[in-house]
């Protein structure tokens, strides 16, 4: 990894999934890209001044606003007639979906050529684990306790990449840093679109999900495997790429290998909500047809 566009010897914890995600961003995107970022993980652990993982340019905005800043950096090299520089906005799942969404909404709205890449850890880490609106189904998270009056988050995860579809961008993906060949050319794709792309990375956090150090990789498998995260594509707004899943696999061999879940083999109700929660994975391989 010396040659990565990401440098080693950034400050993110031990067994974290989201430098993996970076470094396959970047490497699909090459060195002719600048980068904006929100505050969060990524942006604490790469850039402890005076220091920095970045070998591409990269600008960091405030929580809210990536989007917008990156909208200006495109129409900028627009002006100048570089059309060849990728714009990319890296950030997590609190900006994406919540604190955001609106600068978001906006960037796809006015069509830019740019490409919104959230690493999603399904909660706002960097603060300590509090709920985000990516969180899934009953995890626990600090701001979602468990015990006698709480199974933990009561809502369901928000389809951030169904509401990128809605705004008819030109390209939607979601992946996994399981899937690393998959990743960079749906990265590569989404740069070569006539507008907006949106690519969402699954990117398990050791620390607020809890699992065996070095599971990373295997705990982003298991979520495609269990079809909880479905590797889908959209071009245009026509679904054109799914990936399917050779075995499929209870949700239970997800969710007992993580520390967020561990309420729900324990409590009264636990059961039941596992049920739910394969009840959202089965509707997945019907709704995508994850399954030959
Ligand atoms: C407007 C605003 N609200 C809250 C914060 C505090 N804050 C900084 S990082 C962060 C969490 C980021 O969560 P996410 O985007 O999911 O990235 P992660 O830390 O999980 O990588 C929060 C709440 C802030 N900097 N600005
Ligand atoms: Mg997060």
Not at 96 to 113: P, Q, V, Y
Not at 171 to 186: E, N, Q
Not at 258 to 277: M, P, T
Request: charged residues 20%.
């Amino acid at each position: 990894m010396e040659d990565s566009l990401f440098a080693p010897g950034h400050r993110a914890c031990a067994g974290c999934g989201m430098p993996t995600a970076i470094k396959l961003v970047l490497d699909a995107a090459g060195p002719n890209t600048i980068v904006a970022s929100p505050t969060g993980c990524l942006e604490v652990t790469s850039t402890p001044f005076p220091e920095s993982s970045w070998r591409v340019p990269w600008v960091h905005s405030l929580f809210e606003n990536a989007a917008a800043v990156a909208s200006g950096v495109e129409v900028a090299l627009r002006k100048f007639k570089k059309t060849d520089i990728n714009v990319l906005v890296i950030g997590g799942d609190g900006s994406t979906f919540d604190i955001g969404f609106g600068a978001i909404s906006g960037m796809f709205d006015r069509g830019h050529r740019i490409t919104y890449v959230c690493y999603d850890n399904e909660a706002y880490m960097n603060t300590g684990v509090q709920r985000s609106a990516s969180t899934p189904f009953c995890a626990k998270t600090t701001t979602t306790p468990t015990g006698k009056m709480s199974l933990g988050n009561p809502r369901p995860k928000k389809d951030m990449p169904a509401i990128a579809v809605a705004h008819r961008v030109p390209y939607v993906a979601t992946a996994s840093i399981a899937y690393p060949v998959d990743l960079r050319r749906k990265v590569r794709r989404s740069l070569s679109a006539d507008g907006p792309a949106y690519i969402q990375v699954n990117a398990p956090c050791i620390t607020g999900w809890s699992f065996e150090a070095g599971d990373a990789i295997e705990q982003a498998r298991l979520a495609v495997d269990t079809c909880l995260l479905p590797l889908i594509e959209y071009v245009d707004g026509v679904l054109v790429g799914v990936k399917k899943v050779r075995r499929k696999r209870p949700v239970e061999d997800y969710l007992k290998t993580q520390g967020r879940y561990k309420h729900l083999f324990k409590a009264e109700g636990g059961a039941e909500v596992i049920a739910q929660i394969q009840a959202m994975a089965d509707a997945n391989v019907e709704k995508y047809g994850l399954i030959d």
